[in-house]
């Protein structure tokens, strides 16, 4: 799917292949604190913030990827 408006003012997008989420692009239209339960399970993910090199976070035990976004951020996740 693409675009779908958020609560937070965050749009969000994702594609899914070979039986689940390769992708999640989120777009913020305003400053926020954005909260997405893990499509990645409770293990590592990746962050790429902008055109930035991808770094690895380790998502919170309970399974909910917390990112502070600036306004106009684009912010792409992914599998560790």
């Given at each position: 799917?693409?675009?779908l408006l958020a609560l937070g003012?965050?749009?969000?997008?994702?594609?899914?292949?070979?039986?689940g989420v390769q992708t999640?692009?989120?777009?913020?239209?305003?400053?926020?604190?954005?909260?997405?339960?893990?499509?990645?399970?409770?293990?590592?993910?990746r962050v790429r913030r902008g055109a930035s090199a991808a770094a690895k976070r380790a998502a919170p035990a309970d399974g909910v990827i917390?990112?502070?976004l600036k306004k106009g951020e684009r912010v792409t996740l992914?599998?560790?």
């Open positions: 799917f693409r675009g003012g965050v749009l969000v997008s994702a594609r899914r292949s070979r039986g999640v692009t989120l777009q913020a239209q305003g400053a926020t604190e954005f909260r997405l339960a893990s499509p990645f399970g409770t293990g590592a993910y917390v990112l502070k992914g599998p560790a």
